[in-house]
């Protein structure tokens, strides 16, 4: 999100502002230092000059008054020529002369408006204190009518080796004109640093833009990259650091860029992975909340992701009284639960995997979901199977051998029942032979290696040898105490598949032998045949005690029957049709019963069948 910078926060004006306020104390600095050397140079040069005109002055004045202390008659008065001395000489900036003799009386002046004074005791304290130190006094005097003066107060003393104190020259000149004259160049210097000032202002305004300039333009690529948009190339305006950093931003836009494509193209691949697995897939947390669900997760649990998601993996699964989440952490071992597909029951197996980190800190749980359920189903059939067999084998082998033990005790003399007993026997041998050949068959079937013979039959032809086969049987003297009806409703026009002969003949004959075996006495079994355009469908009905719904799913099943007791009493082994379905398979055909209790079942038999024309032949 793009946030708002005020003003005086904008780098923009940082900038502008520490330049300024550089740029304002070297002024600053410069201007104290200037100022106070003009001044102190000015002044110098004032004192300078006064002094040299001090000087002029003393030597001027120095013989009128010898002249005066001298007291002698002369034509020229030294008074008067003090005075006028001091006449001339003021002006130049020199405000006011005055010359004072050792009785502090003032002997002259420069002033026209104060000649009063010519004759008066002087009052002026600097003139007393040179007249009692003989020393010079220079000081600055400050009157708010005239301003500043400068102020010089001078001993005058004769050339005699023993130097005579004569009096003092007063000498007062206006130092103001040198203050307004600094004054001035300090106006001056504050006029020209203000105008530096702000063109400094205008030209550190130029300078930031073209700083921040760039800096704005990578501040709009780093957010459009952060946003996702690595389209963007930043200008580099030159091989400085500015420069470098823009070069080094495009850099880093395309290796973010390559980076985010690699992730969405493994981020989409896991998706793909995830969602077309076979098995279901649950990620959680650190404490074992679900984060991701793959849809075959939400099929097999019967959730959605929506109602998965933030949910506790233990509650889901539903295992939540049998184990907790700390027994998944220390022993990840798989467990079974039950899972729904559509509506369906299932047994999942679910395993349990740690995500941690490279310190070992655990961060998730990933589990995976398979469904075993064909897998349990054809283990327990397995073990029903061994079961079925060990049942099926047991009877026979019980029973001939507590017939054999009978011929061993002696029944063997017996001539009425020596013969009976070894036909059991015999009947026995030859039940346990068919059975372990029907197994043997089943296991090549299972294990690929048994391979069909096919040839183009008239699949319509077959099925009549076959009932008439079955019709000689019923009117054979083993069948003499039943009366059976073969009826047929077949295709008036040959239908050509391609089958093995054989095999398919046995199919028809175990199909054909159970509705003998349980059609009532003068029940009909009718044969009948239907073509569509892609199959040929046989249908064998009898009129028998027909099959519970509830079994006609599992009458395929091997050593599987509805009536056991009267199943084994027919001589069945229970594994005739579950040959019929593995060879019809084979064929890339279909068999399926129907029956309603009491009234008979209908056997049906669905084989490929693809039509050809007469001069296809040729």
Same mark, same amino acid.
């Given at each position: 999100m793009k946030k708002k910078i005020r003003f005086y926060q904008s780098i923009n004006t940082k900038i502008v502002f520490i330049i300024v306020m550089l740029l304002v104390f070297a002024l600053q600095i410069i201007g104290a230092n200037f100022i106070t050397q003009i001044e102190r140079q000015l002044v110098t040069n004032f004192e300078e000059d006064r002094q040299t005109q001090m000087t002029f002055l003393e030597s001027a004045i120095l013989p009128l008054l010898e002249a005066y202390e001298s007291d002698e008659d002369s034509?020229?008065?030294?008074?008067?020529?003090?005075?006028?001395?001091?006449?001339?000489?003021?002006?130049?900036?020199?405000?006011?002369?005055?010359?004072?003799?050792?009785? $502090?009386?003032?002997?002259?002046?420069?002033?026209?408006?104060?000649?009063? $004074?010519?004759?008066?005791?002087?009052?002026?304290?600097?003139?007393r204190s040179a007249h009692l130190n003989g020393d010079t006094v220079t000081r600055q005097v400050e009157d708010a009518a005239s301003g500043r003066r400068w102020k010089v107060v001078e001993p005058i003393f004769s050339n005699a080796e023993d130097p005579e104190f004569l009096g003092v020259v007063l000498m007062e000149s206006n130092i103001e004109d040198v203050y307004n004259q600094i004054s001035q160049i300090t106006r001056i210097f504050l006029q020209s640093s203000a105008v530096a000032i702000v063109l400094s202002l205008i030209l550190a305004n130029m300078v930031s833009r073209a700083l921040t300039k760039p800096i704005k333009e990578m501040q709009t690529q780093t957010r459009?990259?952060?946003?996702?948009?690595? +389209?963007?190339?930043?200008?580099?305006?030159?091989?400085?650091?500015?420069?470098?950093?823009?070069?080094?931003?495009?850099?880093?836009?395309? =290796?973010?860029?390559?980076?985010?494509?690699?992730?969405?193209?493994?981020?989409?691949?896991?998706?793909?992975?995830?969602t077309h697995m076979t098995d279901g897939v649950i990620a959680t947390d650190r404490r074992g909340k679900i984060v991701i669900v793959n849809s075959m997760a939400e099929t097999m649990l019967d959730v959605t992701g929506k109602e998965a998601n933030g949910k506790s993996l233990l509650k889901v699964l539903d295992v939540e009284e049998e184990l907790t989440l700390r027994q998944i952490l220390e022993e990840q071992e798989d467990i079974l639960?039950?899972?729904?597909?559509?509506?369906?029951?299932?047994?999942?197996?679910?395993?349990?995997?740690?995500?941690?980190?490279?310190?070992?800190?655990? +961060?998730?749980?990933?589990?995976?979901?398979?469904?075993?359920? =064909?897998?349990?189903?054809?283990?327990?059939?397995?073990?029903?199977?061994?079961?079925?067999?060990?049942?099926?084998? @047991?009877?026979?082998?019980?029973?001939? @051998?507590?017939?054999?033990?009978?011929?061993?005790?002696?029944?063997?003399?017996?001539?009425?029942?020596?013969?009976r007993f070894l036909e059991v026997t015999q009947n026995e041998t030859d039940r346990m032979i @068919?059975?372990?050949?029907?197994l043997l068959h089943l296991s090549r079937i299972d294990a690929g290696k048994s391979e069909l013979d096919v040839?183009?039959?008239?699949?319509?032809?077959?099925?009549?040898?076959?009932?008439?086969?079955?019709? $000689?049987?019923?009117?054979?003297?083993?069948?003499?105490?039943?009366?059976?009806?073969?009826?047929?409703?077949?295709l008036d026009r040959p239908a050509f598949v391609e089958i093995d002969t054989d095999r398919m003949i046995q199919v028809l004959d175990n199909i054909?032998?159970?509705?003998?075996?349980?059609?009532?006495?003068?029940?009909?079994i009718t044969g009948r045949m239907r073509q569509t355009e892609r199959a040929v469908i046989i249908s064998i009905k009898d009129e028998g005690m027909g099959i519970p719904k509830k079994d006609l799913v599992k009458i395929f099943s091997?050593?599987? @029957?509805?009536?056991?007791?009267?199943?084994?009493?027919?001589?069945g082994s229970g594994?005739?049709?579950?040959?019929?379905?593995?060879?019809?398979?084979?064929?890339?055909?279909r068999i399926w019963a129907e029956s309603v209790e009491g009234k008979g079942t209908t056997f049906n038999l669905s084989l490929p069948y693809v039509p050809f024309e007469e001069d296809e032949w040729s």
């Open positions: 034509e020229i008065d030294p008074k008067e020529q003090i005075n006028d001395l001091l006449m001339e000489f003021s002006g130049s900036g020199i405000t006011e002369l005055q010359v004072i003799d050792t009785n $502090m009386v003032v002997l002259g002046i420069s002033d026209s408006t104060q000649q009063g $004074m010519l004759g008066q005791i002087s009052t002026d304290a600097d003139v459009a990259i952060a946003e996702g948009d690595y +389209s963007g190339t930043l200008k580099v305006y030159g091989e400085d650091e500015l420069g470098q950093l823009a070069f080094l931003i495009n850099e880093l836009s395309d =290796e973010v860029a390559e980076a985010q494509e690699s992730i969405d193209s493994e981020r989409r691949r896991l998706d793909s992975v995830l639960i039950s899972g729904s597909t559509m509506g369906v029951p299932t047994v999942l197996r679910a395993s349990f995997s740690l995500i941690q980190r490279e310190t070992g800190f655990i +961060s998730g749980i990933v589990c995976v979901l398979h469904d075993v359920t =064909e897998q349990e189903k054809i283990e327990e059939e397995r073990k029903q199977f061994v079961s079925n067999v060990s049942h099926e084998l @047991r009877t026979p082998l019980t029973s001939m @051998r507590s017939y054999i033990e009978a011929l061993a005790d002696g029944a063997w003399e017996d001539p009425e029942l020596a013969p @068919r059975m372990i050949q029907d040839e183009l039959v008239d699949i319509t032809e077959l099925l009549d040898h076959v009932l008439n086969r079955f019709d $000689m049987l019923i009117h054979s003297t083993e069948y003499e105490d039943k009366k059976y009806n073969i009826e047929r409703h077949l054909m032998n159970n509705a003998l075996k349980y059609s009532p006495d003068g029940g009909t091997r050593f599987y @029957r509805v009536d056991r007791a009267r199943s084994r009493a027919m001589g594994l005739g049709l579950a040959i019929s379905k593995e060879v019809v398979e084979q064929h890339g055909g």
